[in-house]
Nanobody, 123 residues
Framework: QVQLVESGGGLVQAGGSLRLSCAAS????????MAWFRQAPGKEREFVAA????????LYADSVKGRFTISRDNAKNTVHLQMNTLKPEDTAVYYC????????????????WGQGTQVTVSS
């Protein structure tokens, strides 16, 4: 069982930055690929970014590529999402997710989820 707790959300002006963090329980954190998804009001959940178990590989949605950076610290059981040049369309609840072994862009392939953290970008 893996428990995930997100933090770092908030209100920011367009063009600003936020750094989200996700703390994971358990000693097997390095065995799990990690990802961030988001869901805006009235919209479906969408993939944002994912990172391999070692941190050597990453995937990004086209909408955030070049602005967001996912990273992980296996010694601290944490994964981060650095979000720069934020846009109003980035407003959503951001969720951390984990799955054994390999990255995926598909939310249904992740069995473990955090409770989410709200990010609001004002124009």
């Amino acid at each position: 069982q893996v428990q995930l707790v997100e933090s770092g959300g908030g209100l920011v002006q367009a063009g600003g930055s936020l750094r989200l963090s996700c703390a994971a329980s358990g000693r097997t954190f390095p065995d799990y690929a990690m990802a961030w998804f988001r869901q805006a009001p009235g919209k479906e959940r969408e993939f944002v970014a994912a990172i391999t178990r070692s941190g050597s590989g990453t995937l990004y949605a086209d909408s955030v590529k070049g602005r967001f950076t996912i990273s992980r610290d296996n010694a601290k059981n944490t994964v981060h999402l650095q979000m720069n040049t934020l846009k109003p369309e980035d407003t959503a609840v951001y969720y951390c997710a984990s799955r054994p072994l390999f990255m995926s862009r598909v939310g249904n392939e992740y069995p473990y989820w955090g409770q989410g953290t709200q990010v609001t970008v004002s124009s």
